[in-house]
């Protein structure tokens, strides 16, 4: 997977209307196709040239339920069909932006959304398998505002203030 080059897609800015639409499951049958794992290093080479925490298909027009969130040392946690199973009762308020959300000088937007503190969410990574993973604040806040995207759900609907 490290070794497919990616390229720089476009990005879809609110409010297009396929960031409001609710994105379809992915077929587990492709996953292992050369043009699927040619996306998925597609999504994060754009993830890493925008400087997102996370970015979601529907944001470079595909509205399908994937999902690619930044990690340590090119180490991308990519969630596949991803569901949360168990939210915390506990929250957090704290700012986010999103790389489809800017001003007309092209800047990202930030606002204050409140989330849940912990979450646990399935999902099928890049070879097929099945996992789960217990996030924590941040990670936890980057899972949620990027599994919004393919419930057609923005940061902008959540703010507190
Ligand atoms: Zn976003």
């Known amino acids: 997977m490290k070794n497919i080059k990616g390229k720089i897609m476009e990005i879809v800015y609110h409010p297009h209307p396929i960031l409001r639409r609710q994105a379809d499951p992915v077929k587990v049958e492709k ?12 999504m994060e080479a754009t993830m890493l040239a925008k400087d997102g925490a996370g970015l979601a298909a529907p944001q470079v027009g595909i509205s399908e339920k994937i999902v690619v969130i930044a990690g340590k040392n090119g180490n991308n946690l990519i969630l596949i069909n991803p569901q949360i199973t ?3 009762w506990g929250k957090i308020i704290s700012e986010e932006g999103c790389l489809s959300i800017i001003d007309n000088r092209g800047r990202i937007i930030y606002g204050k959304v409140e989330r849940h503190k912990h979450v646990t ?3 099928i990574d890049a070879q097929g398998k099945k996992k789960k993973i217990q996030a924590e604040e941040p990670l936890a806040r980057v899972i949620q505002h990027e599994l919004d995207h393919l419930d057609g759900i923005l940061f902008i609907d959540r703010l507190i203030d």
């Open 31 to 42: 996953i292992k196709s050369p043009e699927f794992k040619q996306f998925l290093a597609d």
């Open 86 to 88: 168990h939210r915390s």
């Open 121 to 123: 969410c399935q999902y």
